[in-house]
């Protein structure tokens, strides 16, 4: 009975890896013949899970999605990840996700064997997610939108700029990024005929055209780094440069695509605009700059000032926490 079961679990984990199996290649892994194969499906069948066959050479075992949840079969690596999961997707901005989330992880964790369970809290104890930034996003969106960039169909939806203009876009979607603790979804505009970065939380009124295009090839190494070069673009309250005695290939080579407005000033050194909303924040892009490069600031005079008294500050607190000098 026990290497029955064993046999059945087994089943169930590699219907669960692989879109499709030939029954003959199961019936081999199982170390069973092809009609117990067929009733250990049939058993499966009973439990919940909806499992398609086809007959013919060809034909075989898929897993498909029924009308209710069966029970899953993880690893351990796998029910890790997902408890992980849970714990961060409840500070994603996700729409409700707080209380579904947590309350998804308070019943999985209760079936986790101790072992498992300790390093979930061990995990959860050391990952401290961002809280997010923007307004939310309604679960059932960011599925609909993965769903769409799965099967690449063209979506309409309405959309609000950052400064209130309202439109309506027809877009082919290609990625979901999770950036700058804020959802973003990656797309063809064909209104505008470009690439564009959509911010999920001001999408609404979504809906599918069935219609399926060919997947374009996105201008960037992937859709996070594109969605790093679009934010690094966007107009802010404050800007400066930074002449950093380095030549552009090397600081383009060290930087990747935070450099996409970096140019040349002269063979050896490199011109760098950033921004940013506030003068910290502005600031920050500056301890990004390899030790050693020397650089100025060009900007606005305040700014200027801003900087020189916080290194100032800087300076008299280390001054203050550092062993008085030895004389010589």
């Known amino acids: 009975m026990e290497k029955s079961v064993t046999r059945t679990l ?15 290649e199961l019936a081999e892994r199982l170390g069973v013949t092809t009609r117990s194969l067929r009733r250990r499906i049939d058993g499966l069948r009973e439990l919940g899970y909806e499992i398609e066959s086809t007959p013919g050479t060809g034909g075989g075992y898929r897993l498909t999605a029924g009308n209710r949840m069966p029970p899953l079969l993880l690893t351990d690596e796998e029910a ?14 996700i729409a409700d996700a ?13 079936v986790l064997p101790p072992a498992l369970r300790e390093r979930v809290n061990a995990i959860g104890r050391s990952v401290e997610p961002q809280a997010p930034r923007g307004g939310p996003v309604p679960a059932e969106l960011l599925g609909a939108l993965a769903l769409a960039c799965r099967d690449h169909e063209q979506i ?10 309202r439109t309506r876009r027809l877009a ?10 804020k959802w973003f979804l990656v797309a063809w505009d064909n209104d505008r005929d470009g690439w564009r970065t959509f911010r999920v939380d001001r999408v609404r009124e979504l809906t599918g055209t069935r219609v399926r295009t060919e997947p374009r090839t996105l201008p960037a190494e992937d859709a996070a780094e594109f969605v790093a070069v ?25 930087f990747g695509p935070w450099a996409h407005d970096a140019h040349a000033v002269g063979a050896s050194r490199t011109g760098w605009p950033f921004g940013g909303d506030s003068f910290p924040l502005l600031s920050t892009v500056l301890v990004w700059i ?8 060009e900007a606005d ?9 916080q290194a100032a500050r800087m300076l008299a607190a280390a001054e203050a926490s550092l062993p008085p000098a030895k004389d010589s």
């Open 156 to 165: 309409r939806f309405a959309y609000t700029a950052a400064d209130g203009a």
């Open 10 to 24: 087994h089943l169930l984990s590699l219907l669960q890896s692989h879109r499709q199996w030939p029954g003959p």
């Open 98 to 110: 707080e209380s579904t989330t947590l309350s998804a992880l308070a019943k999985f964790e209760q």
């Open 80 to 93: 890790v990840s997902v408890a992980v999961g849970l714990r961060i997707a409840a500070t994603t901005g």
């Open 290 to 297: 390899p030790e050693g490069v020397a650089y100025r600031i």
């Open 230 to 254: 679009a934010a690094g673009s966007v107009p802010t309250r404050h800007t400066a440069r930074a002449v950093l005695d380095m030549p552009l290939e090397e600081m383009r080579a060290h």
């Open 301 to 309: 005079e305040d700014y200027l000032l801003y900087l020189r008294e």
């Open 172 to 181: 082919e979607p290609h990625s979901l990024v999770s950036a700058d603790r």
